[in-house]
Structure formats: C-alpha cells, structure tokens
C-alpha cells in the first residue's frame, strides 16, 4: 500500500519484508525461551529498571499476611489462582506469593492474604513467615524456578513439607531426578494437605 502510494519506494519492500520475517521468528523463540533468556540477561537489565518502583513498594506495603499460614503457594496464575482459593475454603490458613504487582493487589482485595515478591530472592524468604508452614507449594511456571526453590528454602531451613507442580510428566521426571520431595501433576495427582 505504501508503494502504490508513493509513500515508500519498491527498493524498501524487500528490506521491509526480511524485517518483518526476521522478527516474527525471532519473537516466537524469545516468548518460547523467555525464562532462559531472562536468566542470562538479567545482569545487564538493571539499567533499564525504575529508580523507584511505585506500584510494587506500595504493594509491598499494603500486604497483610497472615501470621502463621498453613500453607504457602508460590505463583498464583492459572493453576496456583484456583488452588490458593481452594484451600483457603478447606479452613487452611493460605499466604500467596506472586511476581505480579497487580495480581497480588487483585487477589488481596478478593479476600487471599498476598505477598508480592521473588519466591527465590533470599532477603525476600526471609520475610515471610515460613516457620511455622506445613507445606510451601510451587506452582511457578518454569522448571528452573521450581528446581531452584527447594535449595532456596533449605539453605532458609525451612522444616516443612514441599509441593512442586509439574506442568507435564517430562518436568515432573526432571524435577523427581533433581531432588524435588513432592511433584504433583494436577491431571494425575491429588494432594491431601493438612496443616501441622
């Protein structure tokens, strides 16, 4: 259209064409491998972060936790948004942590005591209140997180039981082999969780 125009010339199209592929297929690896990608880029990323993150100092502010949950779900998306809840109405006390400012506000105001922060980030383990949890359950999206969290909690020594939900049975196999004490699958294991 540009061309019919007059707007670009036909020397363009071709070089707006390769463009267009070039980053349509990049793009589809880079969502496929965001959390690897993330993982080594994050040193360089600091640059781009806001001095003064608003939204997330005030979420962190604003949290009510309870003071001693039965249980601690890490990653509240599809799977750890429904389970939190779930719990939470079989008279357990639940404290959701999630990486998402919003979604931490949102489930807060829903009635679910929230935490926003870095289920891996220490200084952030250390403020929760994990003493006196039976059970502390991932269901974090990506299996690097979820085989990292069990050494992140250890080394908190934290005493109680771990559930890592496994998306498919290949993550649930490597997870089993990297040392992970409970790896449920939600379409073929049921949890029975009680409180201590």
């Avoid at 199209?13 to 880079?30: E, N, P, Q």
């Avoid at 109405?89 to 979604?103: R, S």
């Avoid at 980030?121 to 269901?139: K, Q």
């Amino acid at each position: 259209m540009g061309i019919s125009l007059g707007h670009v010339g036909s020397s363009a199209l071709g070089l707006t064409t390769l463009v267009g592929l070039v980053t349509i297929a990049l793009s589809t690896y880079m969502i496929l491998y965001s959390y690897p990608l993330h993982e080594r880029l994050m040193p360089w990323l600091g640059m781009f972060e806001r001095r003064c993150p608003h939204r997330e100092l005030a979420v962190e502010r604003d949290h009510r936790a309870p003071d001693q949950p039965d249980v601690v779900v890490f990653g509240l998306g599809r799977y750890g948004g429904r389970l939190a809840p779930g719990l939470q109405e079989a008279k357990l006390g639940v404290l959701g942590v999630d990486f998402d400012p919003e979604l931490a506000r949102t489930l807060r105001h829903k009635g679910l005591p929230t935490r926003f922060g870095d289920g891996l980030d220490h200084d952030f383990l250390e403020s929760l209140p994990l003493d006196n949890a039976a059970w502390v359950i991932s269901t974090l999206p990506d299996i690097e997180s979820n085989r990292a969290l069990p050494h992140v909690l250890k080394e908190r020594r934290y005493q109680g039981g771990v559930a890592i939900v496994a998306r498919e049975e290949k993550d649930g196999s490597a997870l089993k082999q990297a040392g992970a004490p409970t790896v449920a699958m939600p379409s073929i294991t049921r949890l029975s969780i009680s409180p201590r």
